[in-house]
């Protein structure tokens, strides 16, 4: 049982560049999230999934999209990485009672 | 308590001392609070959480206390380990389960 598992967990990107974050939880969750974490600032949300097939932004959704396309995974993908963007990504589950993190993926884009 | 500098609070306890971390909230409605821990090089990991129609919950060897009045949350660690050390933020859940995340304190235990 690994609970919320992201790849990769460290990511160096070229400005422009494109990737997929992958997020997979096995947890049964609904709901999933994901947010990132900057120095000095409280995990913000890029997007939600409350369900298969649904996805909504957040606080924070500029230059992301995301994909739900199965109930166990949730992807992140960023067309043209910029310098902003450098930051640690989370992907979460909700279990009802808060929520249950992956161990997160540092990315920093030059 | 919480900052939203660039450097997070940092708090010093002796090993085996009581810590208290607190966390001021910025919305009334708020009815459901969490407290997470975040070891360095990890996801936050949920440690205890408290409705707002309590004041007072328990744990193992933690406990969380709320001051509608005053929009306080603290967080209480008994008799604190080294693998206590890592950060502490408080979450608030109000209105169509919106999720504030607080910015965090830094717990440092000293052998």
């Known amino acids: 049982n690994a609970g919320v598992t992201q790849t990769p967990k460290f990511q160096v990107l070229k400005t422009g560049q494109s990737m997929t974050l992958q997020c997979a939880q096995d947890?049964?969750?609904?709901?999933m999230y994901w947010y990132r974490q900057d120095p000095g600032m409280g995990l913000r949300l890029i997007y939600y999934?409350?369900?298969?097939?649904?996805?909504d932004k957040g606080e924070v959704p500029n230059g992301y999209n995301v994909s739900r396309l199965n109930k166990r995974e949730f992807s992140l993908r960023l067309e043209s990485a910029a310098p902003s963007q450098t930051s640690v990504y989370f992907c979460?589950?909700?279990?009802?009672?808060?929520?249950?993190f992956g161990s997160g993926t540092r990315l920093t884009v030059v | 308590g919480e900052s939203v500098g660039l450097h997070l609070p940092t708090l010093s306890v002796q090993e085996g001392d009581n810590s208290i971390i607190n966390c001021a909230y910025s919305?009334?409605?708020?009815?459901?609070f969490i407290w997470y821990k975040q070891e360095s090089g990890k996801g936050p990991q949920f440690i205890i959480d408290?409705?707002?129609?309590?004041d007072k919950r328990q744990g193992q060897r933690v406990t969380v206390l709320l001051n509608k009045t005053v929009k306080h949350l603290s967080l209480q660690i008994a008799a604190t380990q080294p693998g206590d050390s890592a950060v502490y933020f408080c979450?608030?859940?109000?209105?169509?389960?919106?999720?504030?995340f607080g910015t965090g304190t830094k717990l440092q235990v000293i052998p």
């Open positions: 999934s409350a369900s298969e097939g649904t996805t």
């Open positions: 408290i409705r707002s129609n309590m």
């Open positions: 979460a589950g909700d279990r009802g009672v808060g929520y249950t």
């Open positions: 947890m049964n969750h609904n709901s």
């Open positions: 979450a608030e859940i109000g209105g169509y389960q919106k999720v504030t």
């Open positions: 919305n009334s409605a708020s009815d459901y």
